[in-house]
């Protein structure tokens, strides 16, 4: 089972920031958390991951609770080309068996 | 640089029929990962490949199996097919995941009739 919790879907305006919350009540002290999003027909694509501390990078940001039980994926300002689904991972220290959940569908509105 | 490419683009196969699916990770890369997506639904994980050896495999019965050559290019095959088979083929590449994430590639959509 996936070791994440995300909303199943979300909506946005265009050019408005955007929060996709997750949960990862479970996680161990060596997991790091990942997120990936996959556009319709394409596979998924690196976002961004991070360990402890919040992360920055061209395509987004990720905030990363104090007790690493939740983070933030930010977009900073949504545009149309952001709409798809976004999954948040969990990359344990040791193994590479990932378990993707259902992720959640963004909707951005004109 | 190239990214991770996978063939064919699209195969359709009749139930009973076996499948070879390919996977050319990024150059450099040595680990490759391969996952299944039924329509609708999140990645399930298949196989993880790694300087040639099979390092991990999902809840996969042992019909899908696969191999990585000594270019760290995979395959995955599928015997017996089933209906249910149907799916899109994810592979992806990693020079280490925890640091730098995974590639994926496009996929392959396998029909089975």
């Known amino acids: 089972d996936a070791k994440t919790t995300q909303p199943n879907s979300m909506e946005s305006n265009e050019e408005e920031p955007v929060h996709l919350p997750c949960n990862h009540s479970t996680i161990s002290g060596t997991d790091y958390i990942h997120w990936y999003r996959q556009l319709p027909s394409q596979g998924p694509e690196y976002v961004i991951h991070?360990?402890?501390s919040n992360v920055n990078n061209r395509m987004a940001s990720l905030a990363i609770a104090e007790d690493r039980k939740s983070s933030t994926l930010i977009l900073h300002r949504a545009t149309l080309r952001d709409a798809a689904v976004y999954y948040c991972?969990?990359?344990?220290?040791?193994?590479?068996?990932?378990?993707f959940g259902k992720g959640t569908r963004l909707h951005i509105l004109p | 640089e190239a990214g991770v490419t996978q063939s064919p683009t699209h195969l359709i196969k009749t139930r009973g029929q076996q499948a070879t699916l390919r996977c050319s990770p990024i150059?450099?890369?040595?680990?490759v990962y391969w996952y299944q997506q039924a329509l609708g639904l999140g990645l399930q994980f298949l196989l993880w490949y790694d300087e040639g050896e099979e390092r991990n495999r999902g809840n996969f019965p042992p019909r899908f199996s696969g191999r990585q050559f000594p270019n760290y290019s995979s395959e995955l095959n599928v015997n017996a097919l089933e209906l249910e088979d149907s799916a899109l083929y994810l592979c992806?590449?990693?020079?280490?995941?925890?640091?730098?994430?995974?590639?994926f590639g496009s996929g392959t959509r396998l029909t089975v009739v």
């Open positions: 150059s450099g890369h040595t680990s």
């Open positions: 991070g360990l402890t």
């Open positions: 991972i969990l990359r344990p220290h040791r193994d590479d068996k990932i378990i």
């Open positions: 992806a590449s990693s020079l280490d995941s925890r640091v730098y994430g995974y590639t």
